[in-house]
């Protein structure tokens, strides 16, 4: 899972969520909007895991301040695992970079 960012002809920034299942690379989630809340990020997760027949085993990430909010964290305590990339090696989440 990871964000992208990109802009608008008006030079307006526009935030991308996306998850890519590693196995299928089927991508799972596709949120974009002008500003993404740990609340609504979660509120998409939560869609997304009732869509695909559960939550994954591991939700692999960067340590962006997105990913590490407390929102987050407490979805995912008893749903699914967090696995954080080293600080500088998007290789390392190359399905989504």
Request: aromatic share 8%; charged share 25%.
């Given at each position: 899972?990871?964000?992208?960012?990109d802009?608008?002809?008006?030079?307006?920034?526009?935030?991308?969520?996306?998850?890519?299942?590693?196995?299928?690379?089927?991508?799972?989630?596709?949120?974009?909007?002008?500003?993404?809340?740990?609340?609504?990020?979660v509120?998409?997760?939560?869609?997304?895991?009732?869509?695909?027949?559960?939550?994954?085993?591991?939700?692999?990430?960067?340590?962006?301040?997105?990913?590490?909010?407390?929102?987050?964290?407490?979805?995912?305590a008893?749903?699914?695992?967090?696995?954080?990339?080293?600080?500088?090696?998007?290789?390392?989440?190359?399905?989504?970079?």
């Amino acid at each position: 899972m990871d964000f992208q960012f990109d802009s608008t002809v008006d030079g307006r920034a526009v935030k991308i969520a996306s998850m890519i299942d590693e196995h299928t690379r089927e991508s799972l989630l596709h949120l974009v909007e002008r500003s993404i809340t740990a609340e609504r990020l979660v509120a998409e997760l939560e869609k997304v895991f009732t869509a695909a027949g559960g939550p994954p085993q591991v939700l692999r990430m960067d340590n962006g301040p997105e990913m590490v909010s407390r929102v987050l964290q407490q979805f995912c305590a008893d749903r699914a695992g967090i696995s954080y990339i080293p600080p500088g090696t998007p290789w390392n989440n190359g399905y989504v970079e």
